[in-house]
Structure formats: structure tokens, C-alpha cells
């Protein structure tokens, strides 16, 4: 049974770095899929903000982009999130997730299927 | 604003069937396979249905997931109270480059 377990530090200060780190059990991520980053504000809807391969290719959210970097190990069965500069905006319930990549032609056939509980974290000084 | 749009609540009676719609357009639906999540009251979200209409192994057939162009339905019949949560449809938006979520739907069973 494929398990995903993220970690990191519930308070983050503003204007710092916000850094979880997702360990994936029951599957190794070199074998393949994408692994990707998913978030919750309190009381709103799921945010994507981004993925990985295991090969480190990254997609990552446009509204995102300039402040994420996730990055995989896979030494360590794990995959990490960083998302620097960050305001009370960024607190949220952060999930990692198991994305499968598949596609016929250009139409994607993604999904993710296995997801961490997830993990609070609030930005406040 | 989500570049999916589904309605922010729907509601019906237990036993009685419902439907949640996704529009998209034709970067998004129109191109690519929808998947739907539900979300149990603090859980993490859990995959319901993957390519348009397919159920993981453990999910009831009461859960159905149809598309056609540019939108996607989720229905569930012989609504059961533990079915109350929210729903959320996904899928990949060719022109972004990204995944992208609706907004997601409160279904409460009255």
C-alpha cells in the first residue's frame, strides 16, 4: 500500500521559508509517476502547486512559480517543497500527493491517487 | 476565481440521487481526462473517480463520473449521510501547463 507522509515545521515566520518534505512508502518514486504538492487554506478550496518526476522534471503553478522549488530525492524515497517569501496568505494545510502521467497524444490522462493527511502550517510572526 | 467551475453546494434527501457539474473549457475538459475528490470533513482528499468515469478499486458504483465537451458530472445515488463532504473536480489545463481544481462542491444529505 502506497503511504505518503509529510513533515515540516507547523510555524513559519514571514517573509521566510516554508520547507515540507513528503516520505513516500510502498513504492519507490524512481519507478516512475509524478509527485506533486497540493494546498488548503483554512476553509477554502484544494490549490495545486506543484509536481515533480522522478527524474526532476517540474511543473509548477504560475500564480507560484517564481517562489516554489520542489525537488526530489530519491535516495531517500522523499520529494520536498520550498516556497520562500511567505505571508499569512501561504497558511495552509499542505498535501503531497502521487500523480499518475499518463497520456494519449497530447490529452493527459493525470490524477492523484495516493495523498498524505497532510500537514498545518501557519505563517505568523 | 477556480478555471473550473462547480456549484459551491448542492443538497438532497438520503437515498435520492444527486449530480455536481465541472465546466471547463477546451484547454481544460475539452482536451484532457477529469478525475473527482472527495473530502471528508478533515481528511485528507481521496480519489473517487479517474479518466472521466472510472472508479478505484473500493469505490462504490453509487459514484458515476460522465464528461461530455467542455464539462463533467459526478452523481451519486442512494445518497447515505457518511456521503455528505466535499467534491472537487480536477484535471490538466493544456494552455497553463498546470493542474487545476474547481472550487469545489459542499454536499450535504438532508
Known amino acids: 500500500q502506497v503511504q505518503l507522509q509529510e513533515s515540516g515545521p507547523g510555524l513559519v515566520k514571514p517573509s521566510e521559508t516554508l520547507s515540507l518534505t513528503c516520505a513516500v512508502s510502498?513504492?519507490?518514486?524512481?519507478?516512475?509517476?509524478?509527485w506533486g504538492w497540493i494546498r488548503q487554506p483554512p476553509g477554502k478550496g484544494l490549490e495545486w502547486i506543484g509536481s515533480?518526476?522522478?527524474?526532476?522534471?517540474?511543473y509548477y503553478s504560475s500564480s507560484l512559480k517564481s517562489r516554489v522549488t520542489i525537488s526530489v530525492d530519491t535516495s531517500k524515497n522523499q520529494f520536498s517543497l520550498k516556497l520562500n517569501s511567505v505571508t499569512a496568505a501561504d497558511t495552509a494545510v499542505y498535501h503531497c500527493a502521487r500523480q499518475t502521467a499518463g497520456a494519449t497524444g497530447t490529452t493527459r490522462k493525470y490524477y492523484f491517487d495516493y495523498w498524505g493527511q497532510g500537514t498545518l502550517v501557519t505563517v505568523s510572526s | 476565481q477556480s478555471v473550473l467551475t462547480q456549484p459551491p453546494s448542492v443538497s438532497a434527501a438520503p437515498g435520492q440521487k444527486v449530480t455536481i457539474s465541472c465546466s471547463g473549457s477546451?484547454?481544460?475538459?475539452?482536451?484532457?481526462?477529469v478525475s473527482w475528490y472527495q473530502q471528508l470533513p478533515g481528511t485528507a482528499p481521496k480519489l473517487l473517480i479517474y479518466e472521466n468515469n472510472k472508479r478505484p478499486s473500493g469505490i462504490p458504483d453509487r459514484f458515476s463520473g460522465s464528461k461530455s465537451g467542455t464539462s463533467a458530472t459526478l452523481g451519486i445515488t442512494g445518497l447515505q449521510t457518511g456521503d455528505e463532504a466535499d467534491y472537487y473536480c480536477?484535471?490538466?489545463?493544456?494552455?497553463?501547463?498546470?493542474?487545476?481544481f474547481g472550487g469545489g462542491t459542499k454536499l450535504t444529505v438532508l
Open positions: 477546451s484547454s481544460t475538459i475539452g482536451n484532457n481526462y
Open positions: 510502498g513504492y519507490s518514486i524512481s519507478s516512475g509517476y509524478y
Open positions: 515533480i518526476s522522478q527524474s526532476g522534471s517540474t
Open positions: 480536477g484535471t490538466w489545463d493544456s494552455s497553463l501547463s498546470a493542474w487545476v
